[in-house]
């Protein structure tokens, strides 16, 4: 189990410093199959979760919401028949964020 499964996201704001390339790749080194993409100037961090149907899609889809608002940090969710693709970026900061990393490993704990 990563570390980052186990750490709280911490109250971000427009003033918090962007992860550096540094950070990102050790960070991203913790995780699975995540891939930073760039999306309108704004870096994040992207997954697909595949699934059997659309019911295991929206429950994990719900479970993933479940544990955005006990950590006060939330994501992109795409729910689709047999997938769901997650994106996590720090809004107030338009970029990376720790904290999109921590809640990148609680979501492939939830899968």
């Known amino acids: ?3 980052l499964t186990q750490a709280k996201c911490i109250p971000c704001h427009g003033a918090a410093a ?7 790749a050790e960070l991203k080194s913790q995780l699975s199959d995540w891939n930073v993409i760039e999306y ?3 870096l994040r961090l992207e997954k697909v979760y595949k699934f059997p149907d659309f019911k295991s899609a929206i429950a994990f889809t719900n479970a993933v919401g479940e544990e955005a608002e006990k950590e006060g940090h939330h994501p ?5 028949w047999g997938k ?3 994106t996590w970026w720090t809004h ?9 990393f921590i809640m990148a490993a609680k979501t492939d704990a939830i899968k």
């Open 1 to 3: 189990m990563s570390d």
């Open 18 to 24: 962007a992860a550096t390339s540094d950070e990102i």
């Open 40 to 42: 309108e100037g704004e």
């Open 76 to 80: 992109a969710l795409l729910t689709q």
């Open 84 to 86: 769901v693709t997650v």
């Open 92 to 100: 107030a900061i338009n970029g990376l964020h720790k904290n999109d």
